[in-house]
C-alpha cells in the first residue's frame, strides 16, 4: 500500500469570490503535499471564474479547473458530476488508487487536515481492507471575519457523535461535507448520487455505515465560516421547552416533508 497516496480534493464553486482566494491558500499551505485540487464552477455570475484561472495559471500542476457543463446544477448534482469524473480519469490524472476529499469554497482548512485524515484512513484500511471507509472530522464555527463562534461544531450542534449506526444515520446525519475523506470503495458504491438524496454528504454517510465504517476525529480540521450565503450553515443547539398544551397537540398525527424525505433517501 502507497504510503503517501495522491488525494484528489473536489471544489464546486457558485458566486464565492469574497472567501474562495483565500480558502485556495489554506489548500495549498498543506503540510501533506501529493494531492490535486479539481474545480467545477457552478454557473457563477460574479468574478469566481476570473479567481480559478488566476490560480489555475499560476499552480497548473496543483489545480484543475472543469470545463463541460457550466449551468448552474446544485452542490449535490456538481460534486457528483466531480466524483464522477475523477472515476473516469483516474489513468488520465495520474491516480493509481483513488481518495477523495470535498471542499466548500467558503471555508478554511488547518495545515494539517490533509496529513491527519489520510494518516486515519490508512489505518482504518489496513484494519479493513477492501472495505468503503469515510473518515471526518470536528469543525470549528467562525463568523465572516473568522472570529470563533464555537471551537467544537459537534458541541455546538447538540450532536451525539457515538451515534454513528445506520440506524441513528438514518434519522439524522452527523457527517459534514467539507470535512470527509472517503476511498474508492465507497466512491464505487455512492455513485450514482440518487436524486433523491437531500444531501451528498449524508448519502455518503449513510453507504458508509451501511456497508463500510465511518471515522471520526475529534479534531476541528476545519474554519466553517458563516456568512450570509451559507447553503446550509450551523445553527447553535438548544433543547425545546414543550408545554402541556404543545404535548397534546404533538399527538395529533401530521404529515412532515421533511420525514418523508428522509424515508425515500433511506
Request: hydrophobic residues 40%; contains cysteine.
Amino acid at each position: 500500500m502507497d504510503k503517501e497516496p495522491k488525494i484528489v480534493i473536489l471544489l464546486s464553486t457558485y458566486n464565492g469570490e469574497d472567501f474562495l482566494a483565500e480558502q485556495l491558500d489554506s489548500l495549498l499551505k498543506q503540510t501533506y503535499s501529493n494531492f490535486i485540487i479539481i474545480i467545477r464552477d457552478d454557473g457563477s455570475t460574479d468574478g469566481t471564474e476570473n479567481i480559478i484561472s488566476h490560480y489555475v495559471a499560476k499552480n497548473h500542476e496543483k489545480i484543475h479547473k472543469l470545463s463541460g457543463i457550466r449551468s448552474n446544477i446544485g452542490a449535490i448534482s456538481s460534486f457528483s458530476l466531480l466524483i464522477n469524473y475523477v472515476m473516469k480519469e483516474k489513468d488520465t490524472l495520474g491516480i493509481s488508487r483513488l481518495y477523495v476529499m470535498l471542499c466548500d469554497q467558503d471555508d478554511i482548512w488547518t495545515e494539517e487536515k490533509l496529513e491527519i485524515q489520510i494518516s486515519e484512513m490508512l489505518y482504518a484500511e489496513h484494519t479493513s481492507p477492501h472495505g468503503p471507509i469515510l473518515v471526518h472530522s470536528d469543525l470549528k464555527v467562525v463568523d465572516q471575519s473568522k472570529s470563533v463562534i464555537a471551537e467544537s461544531f459537534i458541541k455546538y450542534q447538540g450532536l451525539e457523535i457515538k451515534r454513528n449506526k445506520f440506524t441513528n444515520l438514518v434519522v439524522s446525519n452527523l457527517v459534514t461535507g467539507c470535512t470527509t475523506l472517503f476511498n474508492e470503495e465507497l466512491a464505487k458504491m455512492a455513485l450514482p448520487i440518487p436524486d433523491r438524496a437531500i444531501m451528498h454528504d449524508w448519502w455518503l454517510a449513510l453507504i458508509a455505515s451501511a456497508f463500510g465504517q465511518l471515522v471520526f476525529i475529534d479534531i476541528p480540521l476545519v474554519e466553517y465560516r458563516q456568512h450570509a450565503n451559507n447553503t446550509i450553515g450551523a445553527k447553535e443547539f438548544t433543547r425545546p421547552q414543550i408545554s402541556n398544551t404543545a404535548r397534546v397537540l404533538s399527538l395529533t398525527p401530521k404529515v412532515s416533508s421533511h420525514l418523508v424525505d428522509v424515508a425515500e433517501q433511506a
